[in-house]
């Protein structure tokens, strides 16, 4: 998938962990690390909104576009 | 005195007719030596004990295998395993048995072991029944891959 989930780069850079990220988001770690893996199909707006007012950060920093080769 | 039909009632009946049939398709098995004889017997050919045996026997084979699979089919649908990549491959080889059932079928028909018009016309008739039946299961069955992907993109939405 061409899309990249960098999560995992704005949690450390934040400090936070994956289960306290969870709680704040109001999704079930396992839903987390669906996200985290890049296993995810879709991201609904609200559960962006939350990570980004949670992290601090724009859409960007957490989804990258790279190209397929 | 009302019933009240429930899907766990319909899909218990469904469950036992499907193994009643299988025992029925395997008792077939048994009975199918005297079937040929019957039909070598009304066709007034004796030379056909060899070839009908073995179309009955690969119909039959077919028809055990496919009702198998459906008996799987059923009990993925009561552990509520609905739309899963197994029961789309249940749903592709029981299409697949039709479809071979027809071509065994369709051969016998343009054999000149069918001897009677009348019976020509009635392998004639199996063959496209079963080839009607396994066009119906392979759309269902492309239904089924499609709903399997809709969940799946529905499972993996955060």
Redesign the interface.
Known sequence: MPIVVNLDVMMAKRKISAGELAERVD?TPA??S??KNN??????FS?LEAICRELDCQPGDVLEYVKDE | MTTKWTATKSLFLSRTLTIATLVMAIAALFCIPVISEWYAALSEKTDLHGVMPVVLYISDGLAIFALWQLHKLLRNIHAQRVFVTENATCFRLISWCCFAVAAVWLFTTFWQFVYLTFWRFVAFLIAFMAAFVGLIVRVVKNLLDAAVELREENDYTI
Do not use: F, H, P, Q
């Not at chain 1, 296993?39 to 609904?44: G, H, Q």
């Open positions: 999704i839903n987390l669906i996200l296993k995810a199909k879709a991201v609904r559960t």
